[in-house]
């Protein structure tokens, strides 16, 4: 709807989407969440559902922890009793090496491995069908909210940012309670494991290696913070490039009419440009961990290594205990490292999560139950008196503003009989629109009452008020599937013979009888493989299918031929035979033959009454009537 009053301009915010982050393969990043307890309290709350599920992912993702770490341990015993062996052989003390007994702990170590693999696999299993069912779940929250939501909502939130919620946000959820939960359990279980393991070989060597431990904290540290402000500008760049390359895609006429080209281009390179800038930035930071690590780790490693040696040489600690040790050092700074990670993930995490959250917890429209009493007949109606519903509508003092402060309509009251034709005229911004918003209960009034057949609107369920009405407006609306089921979208359980029917009252079966595939012809995303005129008579057909009541018809011959306009007037003459009809009307000579016209100016009716009673008046309608006409004259 294009005309009448409209709320304020909407405050359009781009949001990034999924990409490289300081986690390695992960690959998250996302803004800080401005409550980080209390996002991951919420999502704990909606994991509390599935604590044995959770339960059996912590104690297998210990388990194969556990498992897998003292296997390095077990092996050192292997080196031992071959270190023993190969001794007793060269001084001739003993029969050798025991083969029998290596054997045994490698079946061991294959053992312990294959179950460790298995509760892995396990555990992995279970956690993935978690995370999917939350995020299922969160899915159809959302879809759930976002029709329950008001059309206020909707006027001050783009489409993009709703998109983000149920898109963006949701994945990064879906992926990072995947992976982080059991990374959080696996990587704290392989810590504290591996420490009371080296604690177990040599307490000196132990705490000689615990000595990088701090130095690494500091440097992961460092780079975590240098990267995230880089990360932070990728994310947000990367959403404005996205949300510039979805406008000029979608105004591409728009733009090329306006030789809009070059300032398209320069605008893009200006925004891939910051995000080049930060993007090989944050992943010059991020890549360096892995390498600093590694160089801290090889120290620690080396100075180990000397220690062990000489403890060694005292005779103090066992070859194959050297061996087990070494392993531990390796697989030391790999939790560190992990833990280090995660906690970036669950910035990310609670950042989506918290986005989610408010989204879902956005005040909702009111419910559909009675709320206000205007007169005695004002109780809900019935399964019968829906289907007899005569078609009357009063407007009774109605005051409405999308803003408390700012009031549209003033105080509008009207009278409309069954089957009468009704035209709102009026100059742009005089709330015509407004008022359909209000008869369809798109927006409840803030004073006054809006009454069919004398019952409240707001004591009918939404459902059944809408089920009353049928629309024809100035923008089509058509979807990606074949004409005959654009046209049944009035009436979803519709033969095939009703379509048809629909169709010849909408004088659209001739044009659609031509097309490639007739009735079966599939309309393209955007409806653009049919013209205008064609798109304005499936909707007509779609409406005349749907049998409705009462009509709200935004006048929509202003952009097509002649003929066409003929074909698209007398089909909306069909349409509106025996109902009550609004009409929107933009171009006045098309509703002379109206019942009433109601002249509104800034939210007010200024005249009502026949084209031939307001024209005798010579008032606000004659002087609309007349400047249109001279107008259409001069030109």
Same mark, same amino acid.
């Given at each position: 709807? &294009? ?41 704990? !709350?909606?994991?509390? =559902? ?53 054997? +045994? ?77 059991? #990374? ?31 130095? &690494? ?10 990267? #995230?402000? !880089? ?8 959403? !404005? ?9 979608? @105004? ?39 390498? %600093? ?10 100075? %180990? *290594? ?22 531990? %050092? ?6 560190? @490292? ?16 918290? =986005?989610?959250? /408010?989204?879902?917890? /956005? /005040? ?26 005569? @078609? &009357? ?5 109605? !005051? ?19 089957? #009468? ?48 009405? @049928? ?16 046209? +049944? ?28 595939? $007739? ?58 035979? $025996? ?19 109601? *002249? ?36």
């Amino acid at each position: 709807m &294009s005309n009448g009053a409209k709320p304020s301009e909407n405050h359009r915010t781009q949001r990034g989407h999924m990409g490289g982050g300081p986690m390695g393969g992960m690959g998250m990043m996302g803004q800080k969440p401005k409550d980080f307890k209390g996002a991951l309290k919420t999502l704990a !709350h909606h994991l509390g =559902r599935y604590k044995i599920r959770l339960s059996i992912v912590v104690i297998l993702a210990i388990a194969s922890t556990v498992f897998s770490i003292v296997g390095p341990k077990i092996l050192g015993g292997a080196t031992n009793i071959l270190a023993d062996g190969i001794m007793s052989k060269i001084t001739g003390t003993g029969a050798g090496i025991d083969f029998a007994a290596i054997g +045994r702990i490698i079946l061991q170590l294959i053992a312990l491995y294959l179950i460790s693999s298995l509760f892995m696999y396990i555990q992995g299993w279970v956690m993935t069908g978690v995370s999917m069912k939350v995020t299922y779940n969160l899915r159809n929250n959302v879809a759930k909210k976002i029709n329950n939501l008001p059309l206020s909502y909707f006027d001050k939130t783009s489409h993009g940012e709703v998109l983000s919620r149920v898109t963006n946000d949701i994945d990064i959820l879906s992926h990072s309670l995947n992976q982080s939960v059991s #990374q959080i359990i696996t990587s704290t279980t392989m810590f504290l494991g591996i420490l009371v393991m080296m604690f177990s070989i040599s307490w000196l060597m132990t705490l000689v290696a615990l000595i990088i431990v701090p130095l &690494s904290m500091v440097i992961i540290m460092t780079l975590v913070k240098r990267s #995230q402000k !880089h990360f932070a500008t990728q994310q947000e760049f990367l959403g !404005h490039i996205n949300g510039h390359i979805e406008e000029m895609y979608g @105004g591409h006429t728009v733009m090329k009419a306006f030789n809009g080209e070059q300032a398209s281009v320069e605008a893009f390179d200006k925004y891939n440009e910051r995000l080049y800038d930060s993007a090989w930035k944050s992943q010059f930071f991020s890549g360096l961990m892995m390498p %600093v690590m590694s160089f801290i780790s090889n120290l620690g490693y080396v100075a %180990v *290594c000397i220690l062990g040696g000489w403890l060694a040489v005292q005779g103090k600690i066992r070859i194959g205990d050297i061996q087990a040790f070494m392993q531990y %050092v390796r697989q030391f700074t790999q939790p560190i @490292g992990q833990l280090a990670n995660i906690s970036n993930v669950l910035q990310a995490t609670a950042a989506a999560s918290e =986005r989610v959250f /408010e989204f879902l917890a /956005e /005040e909702e429209k009111t419910p559909d139950t009675p709320i206000v009493k205007m007169n005695n007949h004002d109780t809900l109606p019935d399964t019968d008196t829906m289907i007899h519903v005569k @078609g &009357s509508v009063q407007f009774a003092h109605v !005051h409405f503003g999308y803003n408390p402060d700012k009031v549209v309509i003033r105080d509008f009251s009207a009278s409309i009989k069954p089957g #009468q034709k009704v035209a709102i005229v009026g100059p742009t911004g005089a709330g015509k629109t407004t008022i359909v918003k209000l008869l369809m209960r798109f927006y409840d009034v803030n004073e006054g009452a809006i009454l069919i057949d004398g019952y409240n609107i707001r004591n009918f369920s939404r459902g059944e008020l809408r089920s009353l009405f @049928g629309m024809v407006l100035q923008d089509t609306w058509l979807y990606n599937g074949t004409i005959k089921d654009n046209i +049944r979208y009035g009436k979803l359980d519709a033969a095939d013979e009703e379509v048809i029917a629909a169709a010849k009252s909408a004088q659209a079966h001739h044009f659609i009888r031509t097309l490639p595939d $007739g009735y079966s012809m599939v309309l393209n995303e955007e409806a653009s493989n049919v013209s205008q005129g064609q798109k304005q008579l499936l909707t007509i057909a779609r409406a005349i299918l749907a049998n409705p009541k009462i009509l709200i018809l935004d006048e929509a011959t202003s952009s097509v031929d002649t003929r066409t306009e003929v074909l698209i007037q007398k089909a909306m003459d069909n349409l509106m035979v $025996g109902r009550t009809s609004f009409i929107i009307a933009h171009r006045l000579s098309t509703i002379r033959n109206a019942d009433h016209i109601l *002249c509104m100016d800034q939210g007010d009716i200024v005249e009502q009454g026949t084209h031939d009673e307001l024209m005798a008046k010579d008032g606000f309608y004659a002087n609309l009537y007349n400047s249109q006409f001279d107008t259409a004259e001069t030109a």
